[in-house]
């Protein structure tokens, strides 16, 4: 019971305290209005250069957008108790940490899932594509299994950035990596070999393939497959990303490595 | 009346005239329902320094110092009064007054941490139009004078608190500024270091310039300034020099007892007594000590003692008041 | 003379800090190579006529912008923050000769990222590096530098309000990649866009680097960035007299 409430109440108002960007002056220009210029951008290319659809760099942007909440509050919410010196105060608390710590990432999770749908809402609606109507409900669905399989990409990250402290360089790179490899632009068949092989394994290639196919109507059924692999590499990515903060954890008691601030 | 005799001495003497000197915050809380809460932070100063002179500003946190010091250095504009520096009104002749007065505060920010002190130095030695050929010898004039000569190259960041302090009064100097303004400089600094940075703010005045310091250290204030002003809540509560402030209190006594566990109603009995000014219990160590300051001519620690009657005493003392009673009384 | 020593020195010190941020220049360095990277994928694959340089070119100033964007937008709130920015108004000099030479050095900076685009595209996708008209280039590199600066000092100068500042210079990242046309040409975008990429000095310097690599002197286009470039400069100073006197009057110059 009490690490339910760990889970629940720690999680949301540890996400409220250590992500700043949920103050309007950040929210609006950060997570409303850069997706809709990302999808613009890349529709814009895609036209000039003669390539695919307009609707494939909506879907493909929009859904990949939710890598900046899932990576940059991930990171903020875990590594940022480095920067507010509040860690050493929380690793002494006797809180179970698997709710101490994935309880964070489920606001993290509820907002990337939040602004992706926005996004592909508000960019359809700009650049004029259509989705299938039978495709609206699993799209929903869709987004909501890409925004957890990146927030486990999140978790690794977030325990890579309580060592190394730089968490926005490092959700940066990994943000403009998911642009290359997702597939959100360029399609995965179109990639030399090895970064295929690479795209297979990270968050968002089969969610944004996927959405693609349901917006063009194909059935529920002929996704699932797409949609398992995708829900299958979040937990990969959240397990081993809980297993590197817990192995942080234990290695900081030996070495003092999370001391310093 | 007395205003304006006091203004015809400041047109030939006065640095600094602060007249009715206000600001006023406006802050607005919430996004949908904006509130907006208006805060007194100065409500109305007036002082003034003459050329020469060490002059202290003493209050207790959020009383109005920094807003007051914002005002005359020209980063504050007041939303009533005048202020004037070396004669030049600090809302419209910002450029003139900056041009003319040094600004040093105390903690670690206000630096540039990546690069040297030098670089440091350099960089506002520019932007206060100090002359190429004079600047590399100010620089090392000023480096001797607080003592940083040789460390000048290393990176600010691995600077410890006091050399920043010093770096921080460097800064200010530069431009040989007729007046210093000086916020809290030894916060935080260790004694030995805070010895030290006082011995260089005496220097100033000797060498002619013109000091506002801001301090919570009381004997600080006592050693350094000609003339202090206590600040409460935004006005002016006492002013005039150490000793004065001193005598303000009465000339009496400050008898300080020692005592472990005291009741209220003692300390309420100590108050009543005829001849006290004032009751205060501080707490020292395992200790609690009771501080009662008497009026003059009186002897007055029988008759505390005998109220104390049943609780265990210490250690019992009396001694001239100091600056730290002064202010306690006038603030509390 | 003054006026000119203290940009000079402020810009060398300014580069001198910029460069110790070692963790950030790399980002800044690495950040628009992932746009880069997608971009070359897309034109390699597409049906488009126009030369791949064409695209590096682009990629390549986007750098720059991206160099300069966010850092400009927050560079008052991160002088706020270390508590220097009551010490740079305190000085006498005006303090757009503080602030303008700052974010020219973040553009500066951004000529990193300029180069490490071309040598990735010619390295991993073989666009190769001709130029038609070197001296032509050598200026417009320098031009559009120095006018993507200004255009930072106006952000610099318009965010002076905002706390979060850098998140309205990191939202204006993308529109101005797209609107200033560096991978996508101008005549793609609805009639009514026209104009404002047009008040954009990126547009011309993109357009003059671009034709000294492509197709010869451009100089009409190096004089367009550095005029656009110039209108910032002015607008900054008028701005930012306005700006500090409502700073000075509200109290927002320093965090306590």
């Avoid at chain 1, 903020?76 to 929380?90: D, P």
């Avoid at chain 3, 950030?24 to 897309?42: E, H, I, K, Q």
């Avoid at chain 3, 049906?47 to 695209?55: E, G, I, Q, T, V």
């Avoid at chain 3, 952000?155 to 905002?162: M, N």
Wanted: aromatic share 8%; glycine share 10%; charged share 15%.
């Amino acid at each position: 019971m009490k690490s339910v409430r760990v889970f629940f109440v720690g999680g949301l108002i540890s996400y409220r305290a250590l992500f700043s960007w949920l103050n309007p002056w950040v929210y609006v220009p950060s997570f409303l209005v850069m997706p809709i210029f990302q999808i613009l951008l890349f529709v814009y290319i895609g036209r000039s250069a003669k390539l695919q659809s307009d609707s494939f760099y909506v879907i493909g942007n929009a859904l990949q957008f939710a890598a900046i909440p899932c990576l940059f509050a991930m990171a903020n919410t875990i590594a940022g108790e480095r920067n507010q010196q509040t860690l050493g105060y929380i690793l002494i608390t006797p809180a179970r940490r698997l709710p101490l710590f994935l309880g964070r990432a489920l606001p993290v999770a509820t907002n990337g899932f939040f602004v992706a749908l926005f996004a592909l809402v508000a960019g359809s609606a700009i650049v004029g594509t259509h989705v299938a109507a039978s495709g609206y409900a699993p799209i929903v669905l869709v987004i909501a299994v890409s925004a957890f399989a990146c927030t486990g990409l999140g978790l690794i990250n977030a325990a890579i950035g309580l060592v190394a402290r730089e968490t926005a360089v490092l959700s940066n790179i990994l943000f403009g990596g998911l642009l290359v490899l997702s597939g959100a632009n360029v399609p995965v068949h179109d990639l030399p070999i090895v970064l295929r092989q690479v795209s297979e394994g990270v968050p968002l290639t089969h969610g944004i393939a996927a959405a693609r196919k349901l917006a063009s109507g194909s059935s529920v059924g002929s996704v699932l497959g797409l949609l398992g692999a995708e829900a299958l590499i979040g937990l990969a990515y959240a397990a081993l990303g809980y297993a590197l903060i817990r192995g942080t954890e234990t290695l900081s008691r030996r070495r003092a490595t999370l001391e310093r601030a | 009346m007395r205003l304006s005799r006091s203004l015809a001495y400041a047109r030939n003497v006065a640095v600094v005239e602060v007249e009715e000197l206000a600001r006023t915050y406006r802050t607005s809380t919430g996004i949908l329902r904006r509130r907006t809460v208006e805060v007194e932070a100065v409500r109305g100063v007036s002082f003034e320094i003459a050329k020469g002179e060490l002059f202290g500003l003493l209050g207790p946190n959020g009383a109005g110092k920094t807003t007051t010091i914002k005002m005359l250095i020209t980063l504050l504009l007041p939303t009533a009064g005048t202020a004037r520096v070396l004669g030049l009104d600090v809302a419209r002749n910002a450029r003139e007054v900056r041009k003319r007065i040094g600004y040093v505060f105390g903690g670690d920010r206000g630096l540039y941490e990546r690069l040297s002190g030098l670089d440091n130095l350099r960089y506002f030695a520019e932007l206060y139009g100090v002359e190429p050929r004079v600047q590399k010898l100010r620089i090392q004039e000023l480096l001797q004078l607080v003592g940083l000569a040789g460390r000048e190259r290393e990176k600010v960041e691995g600077y410890s608190r006091g050399m920043r302090q010093r770096l921080h009064i460097a800064r200010g100097l530069l431009h040989d500024p007729e007046v210093v303004f000086l916020d809290e400089p030894t916060i935080g600094v260790d004694p030995v270091g805070a010895r030290e940075l006082r011995a260089t703010i005496a220097a100033l005045t000797d060498a002619g310039k013109t000091v506002l310091l801001t301090t919570h250290y009381m004997f600080e204030a006592d050693a350094l300034c000609d003339r202090i002003a206590v600040i409460a809540q935004g006005r002016i509560v006492a002013q005039g020099t150490p000793q004065a402030l001193k005598a303000g209190v009465g000339e009496g006594t400050v008898v300080e007892i020692e005592v472990y566990g005291i009741e209220d109603a003692v300390v309420e009995r100590v108050r009543a007594l005829d001849g006290v000014s004032n009751v205060g219990l501080e707490a020292r160590d395992q200790k609690q000590v009771l501080v009662v300051q008497t009026l003059p001519g009186r002897e007055l620690v029988h008759a505390i003692l005998g109220h104390l009657h049943g609780s265990e005493v210490g250690r019992v003392s009396s001694r001239e008041p100091t600056l730290e009673d002064a202010y306690v009384a006038l603030v509390e | 003379m003054r006026v000119a020593r203290v940009l000079a020195y402020g810009w060398f010190f300014r580069m001198k800090m910029l460069m110790r941020s070692s963790f950030n220049s790399w980002l800044g360095v690495l950040y628009p190579l992932f746009f880069a990277t997608v971009a070359f994928f897309m034109f390699k694959a597409g049906a488009d006529s126009k030369p791949l340089l064409y695209s590096s070119l682009g990629a390549a100033v986007m750098g720059v912008w991206s160099n300069t964007a966010t850092p400009a937008g927050s560079a008052l709130a991160q002088e706020r923050w270390h508590g220097t920015l009551e010490l740079e108004v305190a000085a006498p000099v005006n303090f757009a000769l503080i602030l303008l030479p700052l974010t020219i050095a973040m553009s500066t900076i951004g000529i990193y990222s300029m180069a490490a685009t071309l040598l990735w595209g010619w390295a991993v996708f073989g666009i190769p590096l001709q130029i038609t008209d070197p001296v032509a280039f050598v200026l417009a590199v320098p031009a559009t530098v120095a006018s993507i600066g200004a255009l930072g000092f106006v952000l610099a100068v318009a965010f002076v309000r905002f706390r979060q500042a850098w998140a309205l210079g990191n939202m204006l990242e993308y529109p101005v990649w797209l609107i200033s046309g560096f991978l996508v040409p101008l005549s793609l975008f609805p009639g009514w866009v026209r104009p404002i990429s047009w008040l954009l000095a990126p547009t011309w310097g993109i357009r003059a680097i671009r034709g000294a690599a492509l197709a010869g002197p451009s100089y009409g286009d190096i004089g367009m960035a550095l005029g656009v470039g110039a209108a910032y400069v002015v607008l900054g100073l008028l701005l930012v007299q306005r700006a500090l006197h409502a700073a000075r009057a509200k109290g927002t110059l320093s965090l306590t």
